[in-house]
């Protein structure tokens, strides 16, 4: 049924967001436990850091704690997913896996998720689980006297603003202090006993009117007991019986890391990078005051795990993660931290562009990466990896062989690299150093056509007029074979034992290799000139093949010979006019292969049968095999001419690459890994795009360093070098780069950067102005050229019919580039679309333009020519809430939604009914819960400077950040569907999942029966309390009403069509406001209402609803 529904990982996701310590995988082991995104790694703390396993876990991590339960030797592990789901993990020594001690769902889907991130905390006398996931709720999931979950319960929690909860430590009963704002948006402090069961009692101590920025909390262990409130400006240690604060440089701590086990010393990371050590200064168990040292700088923490002697992990989502080591003294510069190994993170992608960098045909990818100081580019491609362990300077290689000094030797001695007229060798020396040695019985004054080891101890060189053979001991020549008179050696091959060498004139001469001894075999005439030839042994013999591999000019064939006789068994013409160049037989897994390669850098592979000699079908490009087929992966190198295998004693398992003037040696990747590259930019880069014709990246970025303020920049570089070459300020400190791109336009040969922008007014809750900015290149810099006011955010820019299309808010744009009397040019407004509630993006083909609403999906509009207009072609009726989409073929389009997903919808243009044409339909649907892909997901929820860019709908997506305000029933539904529990399904002995009765005064209330029928007509009946709204309703039994403002009365999603007028009738009359926003719904019927509007009464029963 689905199609388009492939989709795989290429890269897993890099970023760190949780890390911890502890005796996870035995009672003497410590390990580093670390949570990347999705993924959970498992490292053992050894001098060589060994990694034990890294597991999926089926959503987004949110909680990742190690404790100890009673009766316990080894730690165990709780993870809680952004789905409401937990798991407490334990690992099996003898089985080496892990085992799902407990599992359970935690969700509850009538209440409304926390503003400010779930809480997942652990009692320190390991009593209970607390988890923070919905406002005025806590949960609680207690432990019995043996360490075994128990079923959970809901405590309510008054404080509905909870910045953040933790455990005490040494409390007769568990305790838990809470960090909230109240209304006025006062910080306070206050402690709650937690009774078993249900209820919070008043804690021992509170604390009101904190720091303003206040909203991390720090328990401090035995024998102090208190904790550390951290704020912007102040950190203040608390205790029923101390209080003791200090002032601190402004700063957000993003991250802490304890050091030492009675918890006098942390270490707190900052939002600009910076690593403090706070200490807790104590006689006894007496405060009496607070210290903090600046230590140095490392990447902006989201994570600090401090693991021994020194050494701390240092675990961010913003830049590369690192280990550090925490020197006793202050370097040159004052600082303490020493960084020892750094970990590549890709994300948060924020923009991308494909690029092909080198020109060899193969796209790279340059993504946006990190953010503030650890902004960065990163060119990413795909392909096997080089790396380079020496390179040596030398012009004109023509060709290169590695030789052993015997063939019973494991590393190769001898580089033979031959010139146009002369052949020079290369030795490691004692140093592992590449020197320049001598084979005194080779000819050195000629180019070299080809060598290998032979048998005997000997070695065989073969130069245009002659083979030669050399002893490999004392280097002397022992025997020589000249080629006939008047005819010059042009290509050869040879193994241990064979020399095949082919003449000018089409001469194919085999020759055997003996003691000391050349003896020609046999001499045969072809019809055309060969232009290569290859003999590897594929069979049992590694010395000796029975097999030659012949590729022919002129007739542009390849064929197969018998050896020693030269008897031609297989002819295969290979098509078209590129001559073979390169020919290889050689074997994978036990099938015999033939590669050829062309002369225009394709690469065919036949599967020989290596008894009759037979071809089978050829495909392009082959490297390596797999699973019995052969795979195709670049090598990510620039212009390599000549490569051979070098393993050397120094460089074993090395190759040696002669390319651009350089002879490298390196040794070959992981097949099929991405590589990354790095270009730290030293700011968040939020825009990129390239420009063909000029050679440059623009890209458009925000310099947020903690002692200036925020500038927002145009910058230029340079594509090969990444320096920048050129910038342009945006004068105003609120107008901020939001759409980049290259193009030209109608009767204009030139072409353009323009960049869209937007001014992000404090006051302002939606752009209400921006511009688009029109630059051209010259001499490497940026120019100036033309800007147009708009009336709101630029979100997306786009070449269209030679105009420009431009993503305004809520409307579709198209601009002319018009030519004015002066000979200037300027933008002018040729036609717009309106009626979209945000469009952060859109994609075209040729008169189509897809757009991604934020609340209504896709939309395809269609632009005509003659009348000048833009209309609306179809549209997904499905309230998907997008951050991008792609258009695949002129009917199917791909769309990324906020909960991490990519959907595919189908257009029917042949559809016999208008209604038909107009609507699509879901074909395929992928959860993408492992990774946000860049463009495609995150574009814009990830990084819209949130409180000043959007109307009140669109604010709260991005307050949420990542929508669990607005995850649908549907959208959880179909989550869930398409990811079983893998983890969590291992050991189903406990579930603490609880549904929410709807009970009133201990009271079940009354209920009616209401039916929701779907597009197919199928009924799904439900049973609803009196009282219930039906959104409400819908929502418990997941129901895929969409409901996005919570019934506010702002969005029109919980549209339900009633389908009996009887009923209809039978309902209170709508409101002004709901009629109003009624008129905005899709598919507006007579009987449509808005589910959150209808509340449910005794006569609804039966009522029967639909959802357009
Ligand atoms: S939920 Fe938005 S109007 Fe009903």
């Known amino acids: 049924m ?23 995988t035995s009672p003497q082991e410590l390990n580093l436990i670390i949570a990347r995104c999705t993924r959970i790694e498992i490292h053992l703390l050894t001098p060589q850091g060994v990694q034990i396993a890294d597991v999926p876990v089926y959503g987004r991590i949110a909680t990742l704690e190690l404790f100890r339960p009673h009766g316990e030797t080894q730690d165990l592990l709780l993870i809680t997913i952004e789905k409401y789901k937990f798991c407490v993990l334990q690992w099996d020594s003898e089985s080496s896996e892990l085992i799902t001690r407990a599992m359970g769902d935690v969700s509850d889907c009538i209440r409304r998720p926390t503003d400010n991130g779930q809480i997942g905390i652990i009692d320190p006398d390991c009593r209970l689980i607390g988890l923070h996931l919905y406002d005025g709720l806590f949960k609680v999931l207690p432990f019995d006297k043996k360490g075994q979950l128990n079923e959970g319960f809901n405590i309510r929690l008054p404080e509905l603003q909870v910045l953040d909860i933790k455990f005490l430590y040494g409390c007769t009963k568990p305790t838990i202090a809470v960090l909230y704002q109240d209304i006025k948006d006062a910080r306070h402090f206050k402690t709650y006993e937690v009774y078993l069961k249900d209820k919070f009692v008043e804690g021992p101590w509170s604390h009101h009117n904190l720091d303003n920025g206040a909203d991390l909390l720090i328990p401090v262990p035995p024998p102090l007991c208190g904790v ?20 601190i440089r402004p700063t957000v701590i993003k991250a802490y890391g304890r050091v030492d086990i009675d918890g006098s010393r942390y270490l707190l990371g900052d939002d600009t990078g910076l690593l403090h050590l706070l200490v807790i200064i104590h006689e006894k168990e007496k405060v009496t005051g607070l210290q903090i040292e600046l230590l140095g700088e490392t ?26 080591k925490l020197d006793t003294l202050p370097d040159a510069k004052g600082s303490y931290v020493q960084i020892l190994e750094s970990y590549v993170n890709l994300g948060p992608i924020v923009d991308l562009c494909v690029v092909d960098l080198e020109r060899q045909g193969q796209g790279q990818v340059v993504t946006c990466s990190g953010a503030y100081k650890d902004g960065s580019l990163r060119v990413v491609s795909n392909g096997i990896g080089i790396n380079e362990q020496a390179s040596v300077e030398l012009q004109g290689i023509k060709g290169m062989w ?7 030797e494991a590393f190769e001695t001898f580089l033979v690299v031959s010139f146009i007229s002369e052949t020079r060798i290369l030795a490691m020396n004692i140093e592992d150093e590449l ?49 006939p008179a008047g005819f010059t050696v042009n290509v050869a091959t040879a193994t241990a034992s064979q020399v095949l060498l082919a003449t000018g004139g089409g001469h194919l001469v085999y020759i055997e290799i003996g003691d000391g001894t050349l003896t020609e075999v046999k001499r045969i005439l072809l019809e055309y000139e060969v232009s290569c030839i290859d003999m590897n042994p594929i069979g049992n013999n590694p010395n000796y093949s029975q097999l030659a591999a012949v590729g022919m000019w002129i007739d542009i064939s390849v064929r197969i010979f018998v050896l020693p006789d030269l008897t031609l068994i297989t002819k295969e013409q290979l098509g078209g006019e590129i001559i073979p160049r390169s020919v290889l037989l050689c074997a994978f897994e036990g099938i015999s ?25 050829h495909r392009p490009a082959v490297i390596y095999s797999n699973n019995k087929k052969l795979l195709y992966s670049n090598v990510n190198l620039k212009e390599v001419s000549h490569i051979c295998p070098f393993s050397s004693a120094a460089f074993p398992d090395s190759l040696a690459i002669a390319r651009e003037g350089e002879l490298t040696i390196g040794t070959i990747n992981d097949i099929q890994k991405l590589q990354i590259r790095t270009i730290p930019v030293g700011e968040l880069a939020r825009r990129i795009c390239h420009q063909k014709q000029t050679r440059t990246f623009a890209i458009c970025s925000i310099r947020n360093h903690a002692e200036e303020s925020e500038m927002n920049f145009v910058r230029l570089l340079d594509d090969q070098t990444f320096e920048f070459l050129s910038t342009y300020l945006l004068v105003n400190a609120f107008e901020i780069g939001s759409s980049i791109l290259s193009c030209s336009f109608t009767d204009d040969k030139n072409v353009y950067y323009c960049v869209g922008t937007a001014y992000a007014f404090p006051e302002e809750k939606e752009p209400t102005k921006g511009r688009i900015l029109v630059f051209i290149v010259k001499e490497g810099k940026l120019q100036f050229i033309a800007e147009k006011e708009t009336e709101g955010a630029v979100y997306s820019l786009h070449a269209f019919n030679g105009k420009l299309l431009a993503a305004i808010n809520h409307k579709i744009q198209l601009y002319k580039w018009m030519l004015r009397d002066d000979g200037t040019r300027v933008l002018q407004s040729e036609c717009e679309h309106r009626g979209h509630i945000l469009a952060p993006y859109m994609q075209t083909r040729g008169d189509f333009i897809a757009v991604s609403d934020l609340m209504k999906s896709i939309t395809i509009l269609i632009y005509k ?30 769309g990324a939604d906020d909960c991490y ?55 709260r997506i991005l307050q949420r950040s990542y929508g669990h305000y607005l995850r649908s029933s549907a959208v959880l539904e179909r989550q869930n569907r398409n990811f079983p529990e893998a983890v969590f399904a291992n050991n189903r002995k406990l579930c603490t999942s609880y549904s929410t009765a709807s009970v009133k005064g201990g009271q079940e209330t009354e209920k009616i029966n209401v039916i929701f029928v779907d597009n197919n007509g199928v009924e799904n009946h439900i049973k609803v309390p009196i009282g219930m709204n039906i959104l409400e309703a819908a929502r418990e039994n997941n129901i895929p009403l969409e409901g996005a403002c919570d019934g506010a009365l702002e969005c029109a999603t919980c549209h339900v069509i009633v389908m009996d007028m009887k009923y209809y009738k039978k309902l209170e009359e709508p409101t002004a406001e709901e009629e109003n926003m009624l008129d905005n719904a899709y598919g507006l019927t007579e009987t449509s209402r808005l589910g959150c509007q209808v509340i449910v009464k005794p006569e609804l029963d039966g009522i029967r609803l639909t959802i357009p």
């Open 2 to 24: 689905s199609v388009w529904n492939y989709v795989v990982t290429a890269q897993k996701p890099t970023c760190v967001t949780h890390s911890c310590v502890g005796n996870f």
């Open 228 to 247: 550390l409130i951290i704020g912007d400006e102040t950190i203040v240690y608390c205790s029923p019986n101390a209080c003791k604060a200090i002032q």
């Open 299 to 324: 990447s902006i923490a989201s994570s600090i795990s401090y693991l021994d002697n020194g050494v701390v992990f240092v675990g961010s989502s913003y830049g590369d993660s690192q280990l550090i």
């Open 402 to 408: 590695s030789l052993k000094s015997s063939l019973d």
């Open 435 to 483: 020197e320049e040695t001598e084979i005194e019985g080779f000819s050195s004054q000629v180019q070299t056509l080809f060598c290998h080891d032979a048998v005997y101890n000997q070695l065989v060189q073969v130069t245009s007029d002659s083979v030669r053979l050399v002893s490999s001991t004392t280097r002397e020549l022992r025997n020589k074979w000249d080629s």
């Open 593 to 617: 292969y033939l590669l050829c390669a062309l002369g225009d850098g394709h690469l065919l592979n036949f599967q020989l049968d290596t008894s009759s000699g037979e071809l089978r079908e």
């Open 865 to 894: 020519h003659e009348e000048g207009v833009i209309e609306e072609r179809a549209r997904d009726c499905n309230a998907n809430w997008l951050s991008a989409v792609e258009i695949l073929d002129d009917d199917t389009y791909l």
């Open 901 to 955: 997903n990519l959907f595919t919808v189908k257009k029917y243009s042949e559809a016999s009914t208008d209604e038909a044409c107009d609507r699509m339909e879901v074909v395929g649907y992928k959860s993408m819960i492992f990774h946000r892909l860049s463009r495609l997901c995150s574009r814009i929820v990830q990084e819209l400077p949130r409180e000043r860019h959007l109307s009140k709908c669109g604010m």
